[in-house]
């Protein structure tokens, strides 16, 4: 493996199976220095043709970690995805290496719960977040729906026929319902930021922002 002892815009990735293997990949692909280790030989064998540096390694194992250098990384994800005993393990090696930011991912609720109480700053359940988000997609008329926390959410809709003809002021969705309307993309063209001025046409996107609830309840209008 290329020495990788190296900076704060690099990136541990802890665990090579199908979530830990893409996200790698992806960073990869983007220009991130990434350091990608798993205990399976096998994974990591599967893996080197496509990433510059990766290692067989226990990232449970806190002296192995600093041999490795990981201690200087900006960035660690736990993406173990078996055995929360070494999910949890591996974390808390990090965030006790003073690894600024330690992302875990969570199989459960109660998984997380200890992910945090170890010291991770950010927890994170794919998963389930998925599965959230598709279930929004297919019950309604979202085409697309982002999470930003518990109580934020941004939304792509059709434009509504009752919106149809009418400006944003007009229509006054944020005093009515309260939301608020980010961006519109008009037929055959690009996404522009929206304004009270801004007129409503047949075939309108629109990029919704609000709580879950109020843009569930826009994005039902028609």
Same mark, same amino acid.
């Given at each position: 493996m290329a020495d990788t002892t190296s900076h704060?815009?690099?990136?541990?990735?802890?665990?090579?199976?199908?979530?830990?293997?893409?996200?790698?990949?992806?960073?990869?692909?983007?220009?991130?220095?990434?350091l990608a280790l798993d205990t399976s030989e096998r994974l990591v064998q599967?893996?080197? =043709?496509?990433?510059?540096?990766v290692a067989v390694a226990d990232a449970t194992d806190p002296h192995a970690l600093r041999q490795l250098g990981v201690h200087e990384f900006g960035t660690a994800i736990v993406a173990i995805g078996a055995g929360v005993e070494p999910s949890v393990l591996a974390t808390a090696a990090l965030v006790d290496l003073g690894i600024p930011k330690v992302w875990a991912k969570a199989v459960s609720d109660q998984h997380a719960r200890i992910l945090e109480r170890v010291g991770?700053?950010?927890?994170?359940?794919?998963?389930?977040?998925m599965g959230e988000r598709v279930a929004h997609l297919v019950s309604?008329?979202?085409?697309? !729906?982002?999470?930003?926390?518990?109580?934020?959410?941004l939304a792509?809709?059709?434009?509504?026929?009752?919106?149809? #003809?009418?400006?944003? =002021?007009?229509? #006054?969705?944020?005093?009515? !319902?309260?939301?608020?309307?980010?961006?519109?993309?008009?037929? =055959?063209?690009?996404?522009?930021?929206?304004?009270?001025s801004t007129r409503v046409e047949a075939g309108d996107l629109l990029v919704i922002a609000g709580t879950p609830d109020d843009v569930e309840q826009v994005v039902r209008l028609r």
């Open positions: 704060s815009d690099s990136v541990l990735i802890v665990g090579l199976g199908r979530f830990g293997g893409s996200l790698a990949r992806t960073l990869v692909a983007l220009g991130t220095e990434v599967q893996h080197a =043709g496509e990433l510059p540096h991770a700053h950010r927890v994170f359940r794919p998963e389930a977040e309604g008329t979202m085409l697309e !729906y982002l999470e930003l926390d518990e109580t934020f959410v792509e809709t059709t434009a509504p026929a009752s919106m149809i #003809g009418r400006t944003l =002021g007009d229509v #006054g969705l944020r005093a009515r !319902y309260r939301v608020t309307v980010v961006c519109v993309q008009h037929p =055959g063209s690009t996404y522009t930021y929206a304004e009270a």
